[in-house]
């Protein structure tokens, strides 16, 4: 489920960065700014390194776990904040909290097994 949740991030976040770079999410996102190009940055870091950890995760590396772990806490985080600072009629606050969910649902998942 951990590789799952990964994998969404990554599904969903291609195409993010595609299209802040395109100019293709100007209406989810607003114009071009400096601080919509460090946004793009910092999404091209959680989906770079959620390919990293799904390599980790299949090479069977005890540490893929936490650090998947810690990488979805800054992302649970900062999404939840979304919903306060932003409200939840934007669709990128939607996306926010279905990942969240889907998160979530994967640490729960892995968990419970080891009690």
Excluded: E
């Excluded at 005890?62 to 669709?91: E, H, N």
């Excluded at 606050?93 to 889907?102: F, H, K, Q, R, Y």
Aim: proline residues 4%; aromatic residues 8%; hydrophobic residues 60%.
């Amino acid at each position: 489920m951990l590789i799952a949740a990964l994998c969404l991030n990554i599904a969903i976040l291609l195409p993010v960065i595609f299209g802040l770079a395109t100019g293709g999410m100007d209406v989810a996102f607003g114009p071009d700014t400096d601080a919509r190009r460090i946004l793009t940055c910092v999404y091209f870091g959680i989906a770079t390194l959620s390919v990293v950890l799904i390599g980790l995760h299949v090479g069977g590396h005890d540490w893929a776990v936490p650090m998947t772990f810690a990488l979805f806490g800054v992302q649970i985080i900062y999404k939840l904040a979304t919903v306060a600072t932003v409200g939840l009629a934007s669709p990128v606050v939607l996306t926010n909290v279905l990942v969240v969910g889907v998160q979530i649902a994967a640490i729960v998942a892995w968990s419970i097994p080891r009690g």
